[in-house]
T-cell receptor, first 112, second 114 residues
Framework: QKEVEQNSGPLSVPEGAIASLNCTYS??????FFWYRQYSGKSPELIMF????GDKEDGRFTAQLNKASQYVSLLIRDSQPSDSATYLC????????????FGAGTRLAVHP | DAGVIQSPRHEVTEMGQEVTLRCKPI?????LFWYRQTMMRGLELLIY????????DSGMPEDRFSAKMPNASFSTLKIQPSEPRDSAVYFC????????????FGPGTRLTVT
């Protein structure tokens, strides 16, 4: 059973703080990992993609991948109330970018 | 581009009725995906197409569900007969096959089966 696990939260952080979201996956064959943001009542939108071990930075977002430990994390620096959403971690199985397995999502709440 | 278009946005139907959900992918995208999202099971891939051909339907829950893609700009997901446990948000997504890894999601169809 291929699984992606996330803490459902809510994760509550003050405005300006760093939010740290974590995800573990079961299949060592997974090659690519995605972080999607989903606002309540809206569709998921991609914010980060990572496939190499280490860190990948894009603006206030940093994705970290550790394939040996089978975990992926997302750091959001200088968190804003507009970052309040559910963050979905996804892993691709069987290679490619098509067959994605999503975690249940972590709800983030950034309070002023 | 207009993005992925889905219709209807909301559907309420009675158990036993046939439901058809529609999707228009982003023009030029080679891949089309159907997902279902519920509180209990999260976001699940049901089926995906490449160049209008179904590639993997292992996520389709049972024979009551069927999906077609008659051309590059249109796909349907049909549930017949519908059951209350089919109530969910159904998303369609598309992806470019030429160097693109991102799946772009449509706004979703919220289905309620009473």
């Amino acid at each position: 059973q291929k699984e992606v696990e996330q803490n459902s939260g809510p994760l509550s952080v003050p405005e300006g703080a760093i939010a740290s979201l974590n995800c573990t996956y079961s299949d060592r064959g997974s090659q690519s990992f995605f972080w999607y943001r989903q606002y309540s009542g809206k569709s998921p939108e991609l914010i980060m993609f990572i496939y190499s071990n280490g860190d990948k930075e894009d603006g206030r977002f940093t994705a970290q991948l550790n394939k040996a430990s089978q975990y992926v994390s997302l750091l959001i620096r200088d968190s804003q109330p507009s970052d309040s959403a559910t963050y979905l971690c996804a892993a691709s199985f069987s290679g490619g970018y098509n067959k994605l397995i999503f975690g249940a999502g972590t709800r983030l709440a950034v309070h002023p | 581009d207009a993005g992925v278009i889905q219709s209807p946005r909301h559907e309420v139907t009675e158990m036993g009725q046939e439901v058809t959900l529609r999707c228009k992918p982003i023009s030029g995208h080679d891949y089309l995906f159907w997902y279902r999202q519920t509180m209990m099971r999260g976001l699940e891939l049901l089926i995906y197409f490449n160049n209008n051909v179904p590639i993997d339907d292992s996520g389709m829950p049972e024979d009551r569900f069927s999906a077609k893609m008659p051309n590059a700009s249109f796909s349907t997901l049909k549930i017949q007969p519908s059951e209350p446990r089919d109530s969910a948000v159904y998303f369609c997504a598309s992806r470019s096959g030429t160097g693109g890894y991102e799946q772009y999601f449509g706004p979703g169809t919220r289905l309620t089966v009473t």
